[in-house]
């Protein structure tokens, strides 16, 4: 079955600082989505990409869906503490079903 | 306030017995679905229906059991046969083919 590689699998950084995920598919995508989750809640929607090469913001947070349509990545710009959590990208190919990727935890340092 | 709601939010179990995770939306979206989470992982999922009366087995099917009487509700039962039931599970809802899930805030599901 498809399969995404989420990478890196946790980060630690400091407060200000600039952070970049991805996501590698071994098949290729229709549509690439980014999703955050806090502790103990459910995962809420961040950007949903829809076109190869597309790149959409939201707010501090930059997206693109990967030209080969087999990668994604996700972009934070100037962190700030309420950025922590774990961060999951997510592909859909031709079939209903979404794939999620293992997720990125994300530690930001005041 | 459109969205999904999960209940209830943490659940105690003892082992052999059946409970049902209830998931309600009033998003009216035809498409929900079944997830479970464990640390570490990303979601699996376990079963989804995309219209009333009809679902499909997902991933990691066995061991649970579903329903879809109404489009609101589609609740989840985690049998005595699941081996490995204490995790995190979350209900989500789309309203079409490739549009996003949207997620309710998850049962937390201990068995012991």
């Known amino acids: 079955g498809q399969q995404l590689n989420q990478s890196p699998q946790s980060m630690f950084i400091q407060e200000g600082e600039d952070v970049s995920m991805n996501c590698t598919s071994s098949s290729i995508f229709n549509t690439w989505l980014w999703y955050k989750q806090d502790p103990g809640e459910g995962p809420v929607l961040l950007i949903a990409?829809?076109?190869?090469?597309e790149l959409t913001s939201n707010g501090r947070l930059t997206a693109q869906f990967g030209i080969t349509r087999k990668d994604s990545f996700l972009n934070i710009s100037a962190s700030i503490p309420s950025d922590v959590g774990i961060y999951f990208c997510a592909g859909q190919g031709g079939s209903e079903k979404l794939v999620f990727g293992k997720g990125t935890k994300l530690t930001v340092n005041p | 306030d459109g969205g999904i709601t999960q209940s209830p939010k943490y659940l105690f179990r003892k082992e052999g017995q059946n409970v049902t995770l209830s998931c309600e939306q009033n998003?009216?979206?035809?498409?929900m679905y079944w997830y479970r989470q464990d640390p570490g992982q990303g979601l699996r999922l376990i079963y989804y229906?995309?219209?009333?009366?009809?679902?499909q087995k997902g991933d990691i099917a066995e061991g649970y059991s579903v329903s879809r009487e109404k489009k609101e509700s589609f609740p989840l039962t985690v049998t005595s046969a699941q081996k490995n039931p204490t995790a995190f599970y979350l209900c989500a809802s789309s309203g079409g083919r490739h549009s996003p899930l949207h997620f309710g805030n998850g049962t937390r599901l201990t068995v012991t």
């Open positions: 229906s995309q219209i009333v009366n009809d679902f």
């Open positions: 990409l829809y076109k190869a090469g």
């Open positions: 998003l009216n979206h035809d498409a």
